[in-house]
C-alpha cells in the first residue's frame, strides 16, 4: 500500500481522469481571471498541478506557469508531457510539498484544482498552506480552488464506487471504499487498481487517501485568517450557482488583500 498519488497511481492518473475537461477548465480559469483581476495574470501557481492537466493548457495558452506537487510521480509525468508540447520555457514544474512552498517568486494567480486543499487534513498544515500562497501572491492576486463540500458530503454519503477506464491497450478497473469519519471532517478512500491487458492482469495498485471536506464558515475563517477575502462560493463549472447540500464539488474564489 503506497501513499497518495505514488509511482503506481500516478501511471494511471491521466487514463482514469481522460474523460476530465482539462480544456473546459481553463476557459472557466480565464473567465474567473477577467472577472476578478484588472489586467490578463501574467504568472501563474498551479499549487497541486499533478500531471500538469491545467498547467499545460494554460502555458499554451500563452500564461507563465509554475506548478507544484508532492509527488514526484505525478511531477515526472508533467514534465514529460510539458516537454513533448515544446512548453519548456513557458511552464516549470518543481517537486515541493504546498506545507513548505518557497519558490520566491511572486504570482498573479494561483490555482488549486481538483480538491487539493482537501488533501490537507490537518488544520495547522491548512493554515500553514494558505500562508505560503498567501505570501506568493501580490496583493489583489487571485486565488482559486475548489473542494469537497461539508454539507453535501453528509448529506450524498460517500459510497463504493468503481470507475472503468480504457486506453493504451490497457484496461484500468479502480475500485474506491470510503470511510467518513465526521469528527475530523474526513473520508479514507482505499483505492484499488486493477489494470488488465485483454484478459491478463498485468498490474494492481492499493492506495489510500485521506480527504478532508470543508464547510463554508470554516473555509472562510481559514482564508481570512491568512490574508485573503472569500469573493465567491460557487458549485464547481457553475460560475452563477449556489452551492447546495447536494453539491459535492465546491469552488473557492478569493483575493489576496
Ligand atoms: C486530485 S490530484 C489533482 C491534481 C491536479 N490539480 C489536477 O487537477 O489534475 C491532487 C494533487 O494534490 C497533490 N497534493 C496533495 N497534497 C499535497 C501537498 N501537501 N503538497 C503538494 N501537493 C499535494 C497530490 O500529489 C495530487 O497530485
Not at 491521466?14 to 483581476?37: G, H, V
Not at 520566491?104 to 486543499?117: E, Q
Not at 457553475?238 to 452551492?243: I, T, V, Y
Request: proline residues 4%; hydrophobic residues 40%; glycine residues 8%.
Amino acid at each position: 500500500m503506497s501513499s497518495a498519488f505514488g509511482r503506481g497511481y500516478g501511471r494511471y492518473y491521466d487514463l482514469l481522469y481522460q474523460d476530465k475537461d482539462y480544456e473546459a477548465e481553463c476557459d472557466m480559469l480565464e473567465e474567473l481571471f477577467q472577472a476578478y483581476l484588472d489586467e490578463r495574470p501574467e504568472l501563474i501557481l498551479d499549487a497541486g498541478c499533478g500531471t500538469g492537466g491545467h498547467a499545460i493548457p494554460l502555458a499554451k495558452r500563452g500564461y507563465r506557469v509554475v506548478g507544484v506537487d508532492a509527488s514526484e510521480a505525478m511531477i515526472a509525468r508533467a514534465r514529460e508531457k510539458a516537454a513533448r508540447e515544446g512548453l519548456e520555457g513557458r511552464v516549470e514544474f518543481y517537486v515541493m510539498d504546498l506545507r513548505e512552498l518557497a519558490l520566491n517568486r511572486t504570482f498573479d494567480a494561483c490555482i488549486c484544482m481538483f480538491a487539493v486543499l482537501s488533501y490537507i487534513t490537518e488544520n495547522r498544515d491548512l493554515a500553514q498552506v494558505l500562508a505560503n500562497i498567501r505570501e506568493h501572491l501580490r496583493p489583489g492576486g487571485l486565488f482559486i480552488m475548489d473542494f469537497w463540500y461539508g454539507p453535501a458530503v453528509l448529506t450524498i454519503r460517500p459510497s463504493v464506487r468503481v470507475k472503468v477506464a480504457e486506453g493504451e491497450g490497457l484496461r484500468v478497473v479502480r475500485f474506491a471504499h470510503p470511510h467518513l469519519d465526521t469528527l475530523r471532517h474526513t473520508c479514507e478512500v482505499h483505492y484499488r487498481l486493477l489494470v488488465l491487458r485483454g484478459r491478463e492482469l498485468v498490474d494492481e495498485v492499493k492506495e489510500v487517501h485521506v480527504v478532508r471536506y470543508f464547510f463554508p464558515q470554516e473555509l472562510r475563517h481559514y482564508l481570512e485568517e491568512r490574508g485573503f477575502r472569500l469573493l465567491k462560493l460557487c458549485p464547481f463549472m457553475d460560475l452563477e450557482g449556489e452551492p447546495s447540500e447536494h453539491t459535492w464539488n465546491v469552488m473557492a474564489i478569493a483575493k489576496a488583500v
